[in-house]
């Protein structure tokens, strides 16, 4: 009786790999990217040579070889007919002009002559395509020679007659056809022609690839690289435009935190040294207005610092997701009406769009808030359209001069000249703004407005 229940553990079997996922391709394919492409075009290329190849070999080739070995057997056949039917000098003269002249054929006849050697006869007629065809139109012993007129070109057929020999010397070329020598020429030509010139293409594509990647590596180690411009496919030209927009964003991000480090020392020098001053003079019993002047100094280094940490923060780590823009901008406009602003608010097209919702927030919050603080009436106008979101602020307060409005997106520039962040924050507002809008693929820019003012627009590409 069989236990049912083994209480041995058996090692799992392991299941065997089938399939393209098992075969180590890198093994065997070429590393570079010249050598794979290149390996792309010869693969098929040699298969359809091979392919075409066979095809006529197989059918245009043995076709044709047997129609003419037919052509030729048959003129022999009547030349043979033709001197046993009509037997004599003359008739052989006769015959041997009008063979010369119409079948391109010499004729010679041996009386009295045999064959001798190695004849085709009966059951002993080879595979070639002329013996076979000599035999079925003939009947009679003969022997073909490819090799005693080579030189001249030619091929002997001797045929054994009842009281002779008939010698037939034919060209080769009614047996063999110069056509096929031009077809493997232009096939193999071609081929050499065509692999060239994508040769040519491919190393000029290579070429744009590799100045690519020699650009990127010499940036990420800290040399400069001067802008090159795309060139090659459309997709390494896009790639090429991708790195330069990369690399600019880099830069201004690394030019921006040394401006805010340098923002940093000199805007908190100044609190600093107010409260270095107020504590000198302190007594033993402070005055309440000593008190509240140091509270007033530690209030504006924290709004700095805050200021500080949200350029810094950046967009941070947060995803796209469906956002009802409306909503979005519709909710921000009424908390800035319940502080007391004048600011109207439209929107055109769809409402749900993919979007970082807390970094658009915090992009439009820093332009609203510029607007409303600057101007009594504020215009705030969205539109969706070409998967393309244009939000316009304008405002009808005294503006920026044309020749500073890419100043002001600098970090820590302000054209209030004090240094009081009452009056004029700390100068991140703009910066941020434009940092976000870029984040996203877009940007902040700065224009005349309708209402007299300015007007700062954002361009979210979707």
């Known amino acids: 009786m069989t236990d049912r229940a083994d209480p041995t553990p058996r090692a799992a079997t392991p299941k065997p790999t089938w399939g ?32 075409s190849t066979l095809i006529f070999y197989e059918n245009h080739w043995d076709t044709m070889s047997r129609r003419m070995a ?69 009947k ?15 091929i002997s057929i001797n045929v054994q007659l009842d009281d002779g020999v008939l010698h037939v010397l034919a060209p080769r070329r009614r047996l063999f056809s110069s056509t096929t020598y031009v077809f493997v020429i232009w096939m193999v030509g071609s081929s050499m022609l065509l692999f060239g010139v994508a040769t040519v293409f491919l190393r000029n594509q290579v070429k744009s ?17 001067p802008d090159f411009t795309p060139e090659g496919a459309f997709e390494v030209r896009q790639a090429a435009r991708a790195f330069n927009i990369m690399r600019g964003r880099i ?15 000199h805007d908190l020098r100044t609190p600093l040294t107010r409260m270095k001053l107020q504590l000198a003079m302190l007594g033993p019993n402070p005055k309440p207005e000593d008190i509240k002047a140091l509270t007033e100094d530690v209030g504006d280094m924290e709004r700095m610092l805050e200021a500080y940490l949200a350029f810094a ?78 939000v316009h602020i304008d405002d009808d307060g005294p503006g920026i001069p044309a020749d500073k409005r890419e100043d002001v997106f600098r970090a820590f520039t302000r054209l209030e000249t004090s240094r009081n962040p009452k009056t004029g924050g700390v100068g991140l507002g703009l910066t941020i703004a434009r940092d976000i809008a870029r984040s996203m693929g877009g940007d902040v820019t700065l224009s005349d407005s309708p209402l007299g003012g300015l007007r700062a627009s954002v361009r979210i590409p979707l």
């Open 20 to 51: 393209l996922d098992s075969i180590e391709w890198e093994r065997w394919v070429p590393r570079t990217l010249m050598a794979r492409a290149s390996l792309i075009i010869v693969v098929p290329l040699i298969l359809v040579q091979v392919i």
């Open 70 to 138: 037919a052509s030729l057997a048959g003129d022999v056949a009547y030349v043979a007919e033709f001197i046993r039917d009509f037997p004599g000098e003359q008739n052989l003269s006769w015959l041997k002009q009008t063979a010369a002249r119409t079948l391109e054929i010499d004729v010679t006849y041996t009386v009295g002559e045999r064959l001798e050697g190695d004849l085709v006869a009966g059951d002993a007629v080879a595979d070639d395509a002329l013996d076979e065809f000599l035999w079925l139109a003939l």
């Open 140 to 154: 009679r012993p003969f022997r073909v020679d490819f090799a005693s007129f080579r030189n001249d070109k030619l």
């Open 313 to 390: 923060r950046g967009e941070g780590s947060e995803e796209a997701v469906v956002t009802n823009v409306a909503e979005l901008l519709d909710g921000m406009v009424a908390r800035y009406r319940r502080d007391g602003a004048t600011i109207s608010f439209d929107f055109a097209g769809p409402h749900s769009i993919p979007l970082k919702p807390v970094a658009f927030e915090r992009c439009l919050a820093n332009l609203i808030g510029n607007a409303v603080r600057y101007g009594k009436r504020v215009a705030v106008t969205a539109k969706l359209h070409d998967r393309v979101l244009d």
């Open 251 to 265: 830069k201004r991000q690394i030019t921006q935190r040394t401006e805010m480090l340098a923002g940093v020392s």
């Open 209 to 225: 690839v590799r100045r690519l990647s020699q650009a990127a590596d010499d940036f990420g180690k800290g040399r400069e690289v």
